[in-house]
């Protein structure tokens, strides 16, 4: 059973454009979500988290929208860049459980320029 | 030091080789992690250490075995490995696992041969 899903496994943008990548997940335990970036035979990097205590998180050009009751959380990037091409993963981890992090399928955003 | 560093980066071992994955990080965090990642798929939780002690093994096959010598240091044992064993093996780390967020390292692109 996949508690955090990534309904999109790609997104195309056009540079200077917005970029919104999606994540949903079903377990109300979570407390915690982050965003991870990962490019190609790299690990991933932290990019940007919300508690759930909060709707929006902004830093820079990367804004984090939870939705609680939705069980949504959306990742905006504006203007997206071509250097913003990679694999983001949405991850969510509950204190009461031990904070372990689950992580999304991952969606491809390719920014073009 | 804000950097987790895995070595060797690459590694091709055959079915009967012994071999060992090593991370270390400098940051003071006391809670290492191993995940595992498949191509085109999410990072998959192996091990976990909190204070140099074994605290989550996710059902992993015996042929895969962790070992944390100091508050520093977290390896990985591989031996009898399966050709379906070639992933991209992540090690992680936090201040404690009752915090958020993770700083992964590059990881270790494993070919089992």
């Known amino acids: 059973d996949q508690q955090v899903k990534q309904n999109s496994p790609s997104l195309s943008v056009q540079e200077g454009r917005i970029s919104i990548l999606n994540c949903d997940y079903t377990n109300s335990m979570f407390d915690y979500f982050l965003w991870y970036k990962k490019y190609p035979a790299e690990g991933p990097t932290f990019l940007i988290s919300i508690s759930s205590i909060k709707d929006k998180n902004e830093d820079g050009r990367f804004t984090v929208f939870l939705n609680k009751s939705a069980k949504h959380l959306s990742l905006h990037i504006v203007p997206s860049q071509p250097g913003d091409s990679a694999v983001y993963f949405c991850?969510?981890?509950?204190?009461?459980?031990?904070?372990?992090?689950?992580f999304g399928g991952g969606t491809r955003l390719m920014v073009k320029p | 030091d804000t950097e987790v560093t895995q070595t060797p980066k690459h590694l091709v071992m055959g079915m009967t080789n012994k071999k060992s994955l090593k991370c270390e990080q400098h940051m003071g965090h006391r809670a290492m992690y191993w995940y595992k990642q498949k191509a085109k798929k999410p990072p998959e939780l192996m091990f976990v250490?909190?204070?140099?002690?074994?605290?989550i093994n996710e059902s992993v096959p015996s042929r895969f075995s962790p070992e944390c010598p100091n508050s520093s240091l977290l390896n990985l044992h591989l031996h009898a490995l399966q050709p379906e064993d070639s992933a991209l093996y992540l090690c992680a780390s936090s201040q404690t696992t009752g915090l958020p967020g993770y700083t992964f390292g590059s990881g270790t692109r494993l070919t089992v041969v």
């Open positions: 991850a969510a981890n509950s204190y009461n459980a031990g904070n372990m992090l689950t």
């Open positions: 250490y909190s204070y140099e002690k074994l605290s």
